[in-house]
């Protein structure tokens, strides 16, 4: 009975090693969401990190998160740190690396724990109309050999946070 068991969880292993090494390990997920209000607007609040506390799902999950940041909020080479006990905040950084002006901005976001990681994610606004604004958000990043099975289901937990995020800047914004 005991070899029976064992050889299943060892052909469980070797099927799920075998799904990882198909699937994909770098994927990209995208939300966006319509603003009614003038790109222009959209864009000088988003630009500035300091005002993810505000609708960020990932830094209001731990109300003791303790944030630091260093440079020119809205500028190239901002970065907002940020340090948790909290499993599901955990510690690392974002930089702004690029701005585009009016439009949009990229971060690298450096993750030290509960994993160690590089992501990016980029925030762009493009104009519906004079009043409206669709904000579109934008992370890339990869999973390694074997936790790659996983991306379903984190891709599936990403997008549903991301959605709330942009849900949140948009009570904000037309508040």
């Known amino acids: 009975m005991l070899q029976i068991i064992l050889l299943a969880l060892v052909g469980l292993v070797a099927v799920i090693l075998l799904a990882a090494m198909f699937m994909k390990k770098e994927y990209s997920l995208s939300v966006s969401v319509t603003i009614n209000k003038p790109q ?8 500035f990190l300091k005002h993810q506390e505000k609708y960020s799902k990932w830094v209001m999950a731990d109300p003791n998160v303790k944030m630091n ?3 020119t909020d809205g500028t190239v080479g901002f970065k907002a740190a940020w340090e948790s006990n909290d499993k599901n905040v955990g510690v690392g950084e974002q930089e702004i690396i690029e701005i585009m002006e009016g439009n949009g901005y990229r971060v690298e976001i450096r993750f030290e724990k509960p994993f160690k990681g590089i992501s990016y994610a980029t925030n762009s606004t493009e104009v519906v109309d004079s009043n409206t604004t669709k ?3 934008i992370f890339d990043t990869k999973t390694p050999f074997p936790m790659n099975v996983m991306v379903p289901m984190i891709s599936k937990m990403l997008i549903k946070d991301m959605n ?3 849900n949140n800047l948009k009570k904000i914004l037309e508040g």
Do not use: C, P, R
């Open 69 to 71: 940041y260093t440079g």
């Open 40 to 47: 222009s607007e959209v864009f000088n609040y988003i630009k």
């Open 135 to 137: 904000l579109t958000t």
């Open 164 to 166: 709330q995020n942009a």
